[in-house]
């Protein structure tokens, strides 16, 4: 039985049904057409991060990107538990949807049968080390971004997580567990920051590291461990996770 193909109605309403992304990364000054459209797609396959098994954002062999609109490429993905959604702008600004990966494990096909995290209630976790990972993803696609000199001086770098409340943090990883319930009362947890190219380029793994500390706060985890936070990291980073 072949899976229907993906829609922008099909994959929004999955993605918005449960916990989801939002990410926004653009230039401060608008400028209509800063690149050219056929750039669009070329600018995320080349600037797409590589980290782990899945790539971000995500360029799918199955379902290739598209000309979305007059001045938008875009790229729908629904995959297994994947559900995403984004769009390149020739103005330069890159707009990401993306379902939290925690709410989607439990309906994952295995090789062995029923996923052993069937049970997890969606809405119910916020994976720390997946969040980490996806906020350091994010930043290290502005930063390639910035590398092609698409933005001027200074970036907006936004980051949304939607349907968060009453969520609590959690690690999936055997053996290692949090000692207290960290809960989330905020149904969407957003930080939006102006950020000069040269500080993105110079320091951005730390600013996502701040990113991250910053999310897991408002989970009312005062002090997350931020040495371990940027070990995880590190290993993400030199593919040693």
Not at 11 to 16: D, H, M, S
Not at 90 to 95: H, I, L, R, T
Not at 147 to 163: A, R, W
Not at 220 to 232: D, F, I, V, Y
Request: aromatic content about 12%; hydrophobic content about 35%; glycine content about 6%.
């Amino acid at each position: 039985m072949t899976q229907e193909k993906p829609t922008l109605e099909t994959v929004l309403e999955k993605i918005r049904s449960r916990g989801h992304w939002k990410v926004i990364v653009r230039p401060e000054r608008f400028e209509r057409e800063r690149i050219v459209l056929s750039d669009c797609i070329k600018t995320v396959e080349e600037c797409k991060v590589m980290l782990r098994g899945w790539d971000y954002p995500h360029v799918s062999n199955r379902e290739p990107p598209y000309v979305g609109g007059v001045d938008y490429s875009e790229s729908l993905t629904d995959w297994d538990g994947y559900k995403e959604l984004w769009r390149m702008y020739q103005s330069g600004q890159f707009v990401h949807f993306f379902g939290c990966r925690e709410d989607w494990l439990g309906e994952e096909t295995t090789l062995f049968g029923r996923s052993r995290y069937a049970d997890t209630k969606p809405g119910s976790i916020l994976e720390v080390i997946m969040t980490l990972y996806s906020v350091t993803e994010i930043y290290e696609f502005a930063m390639r971004m910035a590398q092609k000199k698409i933005f001027d001086d200074t970036i907006l770098l936004s980051i949304t997580l939607n349907g968060m409340k009453d969520r609590k943090l959690t690690f999936l990883e055997a053996g290692r567990h949090l000692f207290e319930d960290y809960v989330s009362k905020i149904p969407v947890v957003e930080k939006e920051r102006n950020v000069t190219v040269e500080d993105l380029l110079g320091k951005g793994h730390e600013m996502a590291l701040d990113h991250t500390v910053w999310i897991l706060e408002r989970f009312n985890w005062t002090h997350p461990p931020r040495s371990m936070l940027k070990e995880e990291q590190e290993k993400l980073l030199t593919g040693r996770f």
